[in-house]
């Protein structure tokens, strides 16, 4: 992989970690302005509500760490044939 592509490919990477982290906050902001306004948390609806809100959110944060575990998975990658090449 020459080192132009590997700029590339990395650059991507960490787009789609900033991508995946913006997806986030916007969820977990979407969820603190619903724990501010919801008047009775024990309804049904509320509750439902909250629940499904609370699932986005998770579900962006996993997204946001599984880009992050590519970038770490990549950069070890990267670093070990670094080392066979200069070796």
């Given at each position: 992989?020459s080192?132009?592509?590997?700029d590339?490919y990395?650059?991507?990477?960490?787009?789609?970690?900033?991508v995946?982290?913006r997806m986030?906050?916007?969820?977990a902001v979407?969820?603190?302005?619903?724990?501010a306004?919801?008047?009775?948390p024990g309804?049904?609806?509320s509750?439902?509500e909250?629940r499904?809100?609370?699932?986005a959110?998770?579900?962006a944060?996993?997204?946001y760490l599984?880009?992050?575990?590519e970038i770490?998975?990549?950069l070890?990658?990267e670093?070990?044939?670094?080392k066979?090449?200069?070796a």
């Amino acid at each position: 992989m020459s080192l132009a592509v590997t700029d590339t490919y990395l650059s991507e990477l960490i787009s789609d970690l900033s991508v995946a982290f913006r997806m986030f906050s916007i969820e977990a902001v979407k969820l603190r302005a619903l724990l501010a306004r919801t008047e009775d948390p024990g309804s049904p609806e509320s509750y439902d509500e909250l629940r499904r809100q609370s699932i986005a959110e998770v579900q962006a944060f996993e997204e946001y760490l599984n880009r992050k575990e590519e970038i770490l998975a990549y950069l070890k990658v990267e670093s070990r044939l670094a080392k066979s090449q200069t070796a």
